[in-house]
């Protein structure tokens, strides 16, 4: 979390970031000062997205532009902004960032999940 604050900051990006554990539980949900309403649904609805499939949101997004049938499924943020947290090779969870534009959003969620990775 504190890194995708971090990167949200250095942005200037007003997001609201959620981190879901390898089930999709809510574990951590912050509304950064000026994020939309509607991006605390959006962001925990992205990293929900990213645990239950073990992909990024982004990848998503791309399968849906070759299948467009896939956006009537019900509960599938297929936007960019999902990614799931991997830890020795296991998904451990997922962080969900949404407020700012796509790239935006992937940008500080790729900031959050290299923590792991560190």
Sequence with gaps: MAKAHAAAAAGGFAVTICIVDEGGH???LDRL???PLISLRVAEGKARTAV??????AALEQA???LPSMT??????PFRGGIPLRQDGYCVGAI??????PDQDEQV?????????A
């Design 52 to 57: 239950e499939l073990n992909m990024s949101t």
């Design 72 to 77: 009537a499924i019900a509960g599938i943020y």
């Design 64 to 66: 849906v532009a070759a």
């Design 96 to 101: 969900g960032v949404s407020g700012v534009l």
């Design 26 to 28: 809510l574990l951590r």
């Design 33 to 35: 000062e000026d994020a």
């Design 109 to 117: 969620a790729q900031s959050g999940a290299s923590a792991l990775a």
